[in-house]
Structures are given as C-alpha cells and as structure tokens.
C-alpha cells in the first residue's frame, strides 16, 4: 500500500482502493475499484481496510480532469495535452531566441553595415573606411556569444535561486531590454544600443540554453526524455529558418524594416509570459530541490494527466533521500569526484563536439557554394533557405528516431557521416573549379553535412547533460556545459575567416580531424542513457570510478 498525506484544508478526500478478490475457479479472477470516504488530512498507512482488500493505493485528487488506472494496469507514461502544452511554452519562448538571433543577422548584413556607415559620417563628418565599419559589425555579431557564456556560467545560480520555470519567465526582462536596444537603435542613430541589445539578447540565450533542456528533461517521462529533449533544438532549427525568410528583401530584409526583423524577438517571449505560468514548476526541483513533496506530486500528476504517479514519485522520493546524505555539489566537487568528473568531461566533449564540427563553417561556406555552383545570388538565397528546411525536418526526424536507436547510437551516426562527408567535401572544394558536376557534388556534401548533424549532433549534447547528472549537480554542470558551448561557437566565429583566408578550402581538414577524434570518443567514452533512471546512470558512473 502507498500512503497519501493530503493537505487540503477541509471537506472530503477520496481513498482508491484497487484489490483483486481471490479467484473461485483457475479462470475466474475479478478485479475491482473500492472508493473509501475518509476526512482530508487523513494519513493512510498499511492497516487492512477490508478483508477482500489486498492492495491500497492513494492517489491525490486535487486536479481536475486527471484520469485513474487501477495500479495493476501499469504502463509507461505517455504524451499528453498538458504535457504538450509545457512543452510549447517552455522551449518555443527560449529556444526560438537562441535560434533566431543566431541566424537573423545573416540577411540585413550589408543594409546594418551601411547603417553604421551613415551613422560614423554623421558624427565625424568624414566616411569611415570599410574595415572600421566591418570591426563594428564583427563586434555586433560576436557579442551575441559572450553574452551566451555568461548566460551559462550563470545559469546554475538562477536554476537554483528562481526554479526552471521561474529562471526561464525571469529571463524574459531580458528580451523587453534587448528588443528596446536593438529595435530603437536605427532611430536613435546609435549602433552602440544595437551592440548593447545583441549583448543582452546573447545572455538570455545563454540562460535559455541550460534552463529549457533542464525543464524538459526534468517533466519528461523517461521513455519519452530524449525525444522531448530534442524539441529545444527543434526550434532552434525553425526559429532559423524563420528568421532567414523574413530576412528576404522582399520582406523585412529592407534598409527601413531591418529594425523590426530585429524587434520580432519579443513575440516568442510574450507567448512564453502568457502560456509558462499555467503550467507548473519542475517536479524534481520541487522535491528535490526545495523537499516540497505535496507540491510536487501535484506537479506531477498535471503533467502526467493522471492520479496514478507513485511510481515516479517513488523514484523521486529514493534520489531525494540519497541526496540528503551528500552535499551539495559544487564547481570543485565535479572536477575532484571521479563519480562526477567522468560525466562532466563526457558532457564538456560533447558540448565543444557540436560547434567544433564545422557546422558554422559549412553553413557560412553553404551560399559561396551555392554561387559556385551557378546559381545566381537569388537562387543560392532560396538554395540556403532549402538547407534550413532539411535541417528543420532532419531534427523531425531525430526526435523520432532517439527512442528508439538511442543517444549514442545517433551520435555515432552522424559524427560518422560528417566525417566521411567532410573528407569528400573538402576534395570537392579543391576541385571544384575544375568541373560543374563537382560543384554539384559540393552541394550535395553540403546538404548531406546538415542532414548528418541534425540526425544527432544538433540536439542530444542539449539535453545529454540534464540525463547524466543527479539534481544536486545538475545546475553546476549544466552552467559549465552550456559556457564550454557558447565558447567554443565564438573561437569557430573568431577563427575560421582568418585561417579559411590563409588555408582557403583546406580548411576543411581541421574539421575532419577533429570529427575523427569526436568519432573514437563517442564510441569509446559515452554512455547509452535511453530509458535508464537517473540512479541507473549514477550507478554506472560510480561503477566506472572505481574500476
């Protein structure tokens, strides 16, 4: 029997008692529910109520339109309405933000830079040169990922302090700051506000990155974690493509509209301010983090869309007692644990994997390419916006796929394929003068590369982290993760036009070592952590640290 401890203040709470009355025959077996009345603040523990009883289950009836299953039915968790519905809130006001101003820079380029132009010979009276004019658009564009490291340092600190979901509703004063800056700076005359703006932007991004994936993974049933989990980098894929269409000059891609392509980012934070607060608070950070056992079981069953959660519970309850025995863990702690240590560099690896790829690379040569291939500029516009499609559909197709062949399998998969793919697409570019249909084969490569990272690459490091550390470790090593990421996206930004310009395609060659590496590491180093519980993956780790 499992206990209930209610604590609604008044009236009557309901018992469910499930039991099974002892059969007449071999064939004859009956099952039936018993609805016991008892006061509400009632503790229920494993007294017999009946003779014919043999089981008692106490679930909570304090949500409306939840579902029971008699707890002889048990079944795996599956999607539902609500479900869904956090699931909406939380990853397309975050996501869509680290995504969006990722990409949306790209179109308005050369209309932004002739911006600052005009605004330098306004001020000084004199027309600066192109190269003090592209220093400041470098440093508008960069900005946006130191803002994203510190965005991860601190995002333990505001996953502790204001919750998940409260970290991430908080988050959005960031986005009202930074649309302010960025959309009122072409009026202002000010390419200092747009520069402040893609800061603050970079730093809401950055907390996003660590507390979205750890919401979802945090709601998610375990036979559904990896596929939730991917929906961060799901709309990250079509908050790109988003952002490149409305770029189009036949859009908002003008000299007078770009501020508004710009602004558009505060849309998805408003859906976020009206739709997050419905939903609840991360259950494990409830119990495990605050010890609000009620709190959380009421979490829960919203979520689950049912009354039948002491399975789960249960589980909980097991990591918050261990818990209670070992502090809380901090920066130091993950470096000299070795239990801890072991999944934090598994975690790091992954995390500078996904931006040491070349993934930026490939996109950034994608138009070049394009044009390379014939195409005319339009024509290599429309040819991007297809690669953006494939990478949105790809990331479709990896929610659906990590269920079922597992994290690492996917990882293996399309680090492989990117390292095949990169080795023929490097000998493509070299040649590609040479022949049109190399050019072509170039294109391919190129679509092929996209296919292979959003297959695995672009979505498990996000949340692979949230399912290799318990509660307490979860917020530190997330900031260190989410840092190392957003670190290794600006060196790749910083370094590849300087060395493409020395190693020309070459270049290329330095991504097919690195994915090389990547490759044995993956095989060799991570875990499978598919339907695994949090005290399984422990438990592995721990095992790992004494051998």
């Known amino acids: 029997m499992r206990r209930l401890e209610n604590d609604d203040d008044d009236g009557v709470g309901y018992i469910a008692a499930s039991h099974m009355l002892r059969p007449s025959s071999v064939d004859d077996q009956q099952q039936s529910i018993a609805l016991l009345q008892v006061p509400r603040n009632s503790r229920v523990r494993h007294e017999s109520i009946s003779s014919s009883v043999s089981d008692i289950d106490v679930p909570i009836y304090s949500t409306d339109n939840l579902t029971t299953r008699p707890p002889y039915q048990q079944r795996e968790a599956g999607l539902n309405g609500r479900l869904a519905f956090a699931i909406a809130a939380a990853a397309l006001g975050s996501s869509f933000q680290h995504g969006y101003n990722t990409g949306v820079v790209n179109a308005p380029e050369e209309l932004i830079e002739k911006w600052i132009a005009d605004v330098i010979l306004y001020r000084t009276g004199v027309y600066p040169d192109q190269s003090s004019v592209t220093l400041i658009w470098s440093v508008a564009v960069s900005i946006f990922c130191i803002g994203g490291m510190i965005g991860g340092v601190i995002t333990g600190l505001v996953a502790d302090r204001f919750g998940r979901k409260g970290g991430l509703l908080f988050n959005n004063v960031l986005v009202l700051i930074a649309t302010f800056l960025m959309g009122l700076a072409k009026s202002a005359g000010s390419y200092e506000m747009m520069i402040l703006g893609r800061f603050i932007i970079g730093i809401n991004s950055g907390l996003n990155a660590g507390l979205a994936p750890m919401y979802l993974a945090e709601i998610s049933p375990i036979n559904l974690r990896g596929a939730i ?26 000299a007078d509209k770009w501020p508004i392509l710009l602004a558009i980012t505060i849309v998805p934070a408003i859906f976020q301010v009206a739709t997050l607060p419905i939903c609840p608070e991360s259950p494990k950070y409830l119990l495990l983090t605050r010890g609000k056992d009620h709190e959380a079981e009421r979490s829960l069953a919203w979520l689950r869309g049912t009354i039948e959660v002491q399975d789960e519970m249960d589980e909980m309850r097991s990591e918050y007692e261990a818990m209670k025995i070992i502090p809380k863990v901090t920066m130091r702690e993950l470096i000299v644990n070795d239990a801890l240590r072991i999944p934090l560099l598994i975690s790091l690896a992954i995390m500078c994997a996904q931006q040491l790829s070349g993934i930026n690379a490939v996109m950034f040569y994608s138009t070049k390419i394009f044009k390379m291939a014939q195409l ?10 297809g690669m953006g499609a494939i990478n949105v559909l790809m990331t479709v197709i990896s929610l659906i796929l990590v269920e079922r062949a597992g994290r690492k399998t996917l990882l293996l998969i399309g680090f492989s394929g990117m390292f095949i793919d990169t080795i023929l697409l490097t000998f493509a570019m070299v040649n590609v003068a040479a022949a049109l249909w190399i050019s072509y084969c170039a294109i391919l490569f190129v679509l092929i590369f996209v296919v292979m990272f959003a297959i695995g690459p672009g979505s498990i490091p996000w949340f692979l982290v949230s399912e290799l550390f318990t509660q307490s470790a979860r917020p530190a090593a997330t900031s260190l993760a989410v840092c190392v990421n957003w670190t290794a996206n600006f060196l790749v930004g910083l370094g590849f036009l300087p060395l493409q310009n020395i190693m020309g395609p070459y270049i290329f060659i330095i991504f097919v070592v690195i994915l090389g590496v990547i490759v044995v590491f993956v095989y060799k180093k991570v875990p499978e952590t598919k339907n695994k519980t949090m005290e399984e993956i422990s438990a592995m780790f721990r095992q790992q640290s004494y051998q």
Do not use: R
Request: no cysteine; hydrophobic share 45%; net charge negative.
């Open 229 to 254: 989990g991917t929906v961060y980098q799901l709309v990250i894929t079509i908050s790109i493509l988003v952002s490149q269409i409305l770029g189009l000059g036949s859009l908002l891609g003008t």
């Open 376 to 385: 005319s500029s339009e024509g290599a516009q429309f040819a991007t916006l």
